[in-house]
Nanobody, 113 residues
Framework: QVQLRESGGGLVQAGGSLRLSCAAPESIFSINAMAWYRQAPGKQREFVARITYAGSSNYADSVKGRFTISRDNVKNTLYLQMNSLKPEDTAVYYC???????WGQGTQVTVSS
């Protein structure tokens, strides 16, 4: 079973920052564009950001200018730097290997007002 392992979630005050990480097997990371999604309580899972192997990225309007997606193709790790966090960013954050369709188990981010 392919495992994508997210880490870095936690509790932060509004205006604060967190950096999420997602480690993947090389066999998956090297052939996939990667993405972050999130799911707030009672809501559908939604797209946050994606990045190609070459580093091209795009973002949901709700996080544009505050979040930065990046990847380290040597460490096989995906990142999401989240700045200026808002209470509405509270959700479980998941990484996704886009081409293969593998999801991580999620990491909780809670932003207090």
């Amino acid at each position: 079973q392919v495992q994508l392992r997210e880490s870095g979630g936690g509790l932060v005050q509004a205006g604060g920052s967190l950096r999420l990480s997602c480690a993947a097997p090389e066999s998956i990371f090297s052939i996939n564009a990667m993405a972050w999604y999130r799911q707030a309580p009672g809501k559908q899972r939604e797209f946050v950001a994606r990045i190609t192997y070459a580093g091209s990225s795009n973002y949901a309007d709700s996080v544009k200018g505050r979040f930065t997606i990046s990847r380290d193709n040597v460490k096989n790790t995906l990142y999401l730097q989240m700045n200026s966090l808002k209470p509405e960013d509270t959700a479980v954050y998941y990484c996704l290997a886009l081409n293969s369709g593998y999801w991580g188990q999620g990491t909780q981010v809670t932003v207090s007002s």
